[in-house]
């Protein structure tokens, strides 16, 4: 790499993928059961969350941190940062991309993150508190924050070019992806990007508690149900995916196993209308819609599905909706529109890139994966949802929307020929 | 290519909390670092800190923005409010009486109007405060959700930084909270750039803040011995490049920059401070908390800085250390000045305003990068504070105790953070702008 000045001609397309989900733990079992509308909600394993007034998450049952990463890497570090080491070892294997045959300069790790090591920093907080600032343990510093995970990929793999940390809440796992993007233009070959998260601890549930946007329903079938007559909010889930993206000339030189898609185009607006609630004029997700297709050279017509944000809340799923009619104008109504989601919670930052892969998984098998507890579409939800089973057909572009608390707007187009 | 002026300044720091206190103090070597007020010390290793003395409601906060926002966000949306006003620029609305009457207003698009801003402890500040109330101060892990206090979750996610501020200013372009630890504050300026390159926003409000004054913050340093021990003498305790330095001293504050696409801030007659001439970074790849003794990677940053705006070693008139006052940072940062400048290094003034205002971890390196722009705009080199006894492995020109009038056209800057990252960034007057000397 001699410089980083952008080139727009180096195209970005991503190789691997490596999931985490509630559904299923890599990436084959998280496409099987997502094509098959499998749910990963129930009740809360991790603790007892008989306080809490959310007692359902998304948990990644049977995740074993020790399968990918050594005992000494493991006490250092958070569950989050265990998941996502795995994604990238998974991403890894599937793109067959052996780091130690690239030069470190040429491989960046950009990840988002929402809320951090949560579980190792509300221990160190009560070590604090309870016991004294001489029992909060020497990895502290190291695992809590939010740029721990990105920290520890470039140690793993040895990835020495620009790393990066976004944070942008729901919508971070695409500025990931629109960042690794903008590095490859400007001369890195190879970026691990995507996002995960781990929410689901005593304390953070009780921060998520607060916004008062988590559904309080006992049983996983009533709790998340975007853009259903009956949706009540959302529910966490924890997990995410890393992407690894490459160039499309260093993709194609190597003769990649396979190219999923390429990162075609990204729209990011705010809605910069209020503190914690989206501007209910959907506006600037309209637009984020609009630069998004803008910047990929595609027209409405040509976007064959989307893997809409699903945020679960009947303001903001009617939002969403009027959104995707502004930006994509008449023809919306006719593009298939599913949320995976609904299987799996809100997974904040590790959100994105789960639908970013379900998106690429969709186009390889032409099959659009359901969007399940939506029985009868709210009033204004008038889209031409998926539900049930996975719909079949061939895929050639797909569109991911993602919004965060805050008003973070992002809109993101991959599409299958390169 | 599309290319970034900055064009406004506003800064809170330790010892001043606007842009001339911050400057008139820190061109006066006067040091912000003392025993630390925001909460009972006993007990910690370091007990030491450069605590802001900031008022948000002068700072032009509301009452309702300052129970709502963290300190790091309003240390940002007072930096921003001073960086916006410096700029110029045009915020308010095109009213018709007015553009009727012949007045030429040039009115931002909020929608080409980005803001990216580092942190890299975010909300702990009002995570911790959190913690104690629902937690029965420790005791229980099952925390109970009535004592939460209000605005909890934006505590949680340090994304509020970003968002609050386009709010704050109806910015409705990209928006995004960059948190690579200690380089948090550099790369968000670069973040921003790279936005004005690619043609993805015009203007940006881009900078970083932190608050991490606080005791979980604070107990995260003490084990890996990282910050200094100097108790008795907290006015004395950051020593960048001294002999006797023994870790860097916490501080806190944040600082904005206003980005203008360069062209588009020429047309409106915009006062330009300088450009971003280069940005970098890189990882180590080696080490959470420890650095490579060759100082490659960091080397490799600042050459990449170097290329981008076509800078020779002898170019560069004044670094700006990330010089934290730890043993190994300011050795290893001293080898890669002599490992990319050559025998330009020993001639080139370097100074730490960490010296003076203490490591804001996320939050320093957008304060060192508001130090540039003013080092440049007013012709002066600011001091290492403290130093005195020179260190045999850090052998350069670390600008003693006094400033020194100096016309800097390029000024780089470089920092390193946990995580392994190391990034650099050159300001430089733009050569169409250079006065030509006599």
Redesign the interface.
Known sequence: ??????D?QRRSVITGIGAVAPNGIGTDAFWKATKAGKSGIGRIQR??PS???TQLAGEVDGFSAGDYIDKRLMV?TDHWTHMALAGAQMALDDAKFDPEEHD??SM??ITA????GNEF??N???????????F???Y???A?????T???I??K?????????????GA?GL?SLQ?AR?SI??GVETVVGGGFEAPIG??????????GLMSTASSPEDAYRPFDAKANGHVPGEGGAILLVESLQQAEERGADQIYGEIAGYG?????????KPAPDGV?LA?AIRLAIDDAGVKPEGIDVIFADAAGTPEADAIEAKAIKHGLGHHATEIPVTAPKSMIGRL?AGGAPLDVAAALLAMRDGAIPPTVNLDKPAEGCDLNFVTGKAKEGKLGTALVVAR?????NAALVLRREV | ?RRSAVTGVGVVAPGGATRDAFWENITAGRTATRKITFFDPE???SQIAAECDFDPVAAGLTEHDRR?MDRYIQFAAASAIEAIEDSGLQLEELDADRSQSGVQLQAVD??RMA?TLGS???GTMA??D???A??N???D?????EY?P???????????L???V??M?????????????CTSGI?AIG?GH?LI??G?ADVVISGAAESGIS??S???????K?TSRRNDDPEHASRPFDRDRDGFVMGEGGAVLILEEMESAKDRGAHIYCEVAG???????????GLRPDAL?MS?AIL?AM??GDINPEDVDYINAHGSGTKQNDRHETGAYKNTLGEHAYKVPISSIKSMVGHSLGGIGAIEMAACALAIENGVVPPTANYENPDSDCDLDYTPITARRKQIQCALSTAS?????QSAMIFAVPPELKEVSA
């Open positions: 790499m001699t410089t980083s000045l952008p727009p603790f007892d306080i809490y007034d250092q470190d300069y960046s790790v993150s929402s809320s951090g920093g509300q160190e907080i009560q070590n604090l508190w309870g016991k004294g600032p001489v909060v343990g020497a502290q510093s190291i809590w924050f939010y740029a721990a990105t920290g520890q470039s140690i793999h040895q990835m020495k070019g620009p790393c990066g940390v976004v944070v942008a809440e971070g500025e960042h903008r233009r400007r005593p304390y953070a549930i009780t921060c998520q508690q607060g916004t990011a607006t705010n809605d910069a209308y209020h503190w914690g600037q637009r904040y965060g608390y805050g008003g973070f | 290519m007990g910690f290793r709502r909020r929608d803001v890299a402890v975010g995570l911790e959190g913690y104690v629902v937690s101060r420790g005791k892990w099952l925390v109970n959700p939460s209000p605005f909890l979750y934006n505590g949680l996610v340090p994304s509020s970003a968002s609050e386009s709010l200013f109806g910015a409705h372009g990209p928006s995004v909270v960059i948190s690579t630890g790369d973040y790279q390159q690619d993805e005791p979980i604070m107990a995260c340093f003490d084990p890996i990282a940005f970098a970074s890189r990882g180590n790849a080696y080490h959470m908390t990677e490799e990449d290329r981008q953070g946990f995580g392994g990252f």
